[in-house]
C-alpha cells in the first residue's frame, strides 16, 4: 500500500506561482516512480508529469513544459510540482500519483493523493 498526501495548493493570480508538494508513505520507499496530473469539472483527469524513481528522468504534457517542473526527494519521500507563469486555464484538483511502472504512472497509476485545488484568477 502507497498513501499519497498532497499539499500547497491554494489560490493566485495569473502570471504566479505555486509549489505543490505530496508527501508519500506505507510500501513505497525510492522505488515507485511518481507522477501530477488534474482534474477539472466534466473533464478527464489529465497528465500533467512523471518523474522516475531515481529522479534522472522527468515527462512533462505540451501545455505546461516550459512553465512547471517535476522533482523528488527521495530521503523525504517527497514529490514536488513548481508551477510558474501560472494560467487561469491551469485551474483544477491536482493529484499525485505513484507506481512501479513507468508507463503505468502516467497513463493508470496504481495509487493516488486525494487532490489538492489550485484557482489561478484572471
Known amino acids: 500500500q502507497v498513501q499519497l498526501v498532497e499539499s500547497g495548493g491554494g489560490l493566485v493570480q495569473a502570471g504566479g506561482s505555486l509549489r505543490l508538494s505530496c508527501a508519500a508513505s506505507?510500501?513505497?520507499?525510492?522505488?515507485?516512480?511518481l507522477a501530477w496530473f488534474r482534474q477539472t469539472p466534466g473533464k478527464e483527469r489529465e497528465f500533467v508529469a512523471a518523474i522516475s524513481w531515481t529522479g534522472g528522468n522527468t515527462l512533462y504534457a505540451d501545455s505546461v513544459k516550459g512553465r512547471f517542473s517535476i522533482s523528488r526527494d527521495n530521503a523525504k519521500k517527497t514529490v514536488y510540482l513548481q508551477m510558474n507563469s501560472l494560467k487561469p486555464e491551469d485551474t483544477a484538483v491536482y493529484y499525485c500519483?505513484?507506481?512501479?511502472?513507468?508507463?503505468?504512472?502516467?497513463?493508470?497509476?496504481?495509487?493516488w493523493g486525494q487532490g489538492t485545488q489550485v484557482t489561478v484568477s484572471s
Open positions: 500519483a505513484a507506481d512501479r511502472s513507468p508507463v503505468a504512472v502516467r497513463t493508470t497509476p496504481g495509487y
Open positions: 506505507g510500501r513505497t520507499g525510492s522505488s515507485d516512480h
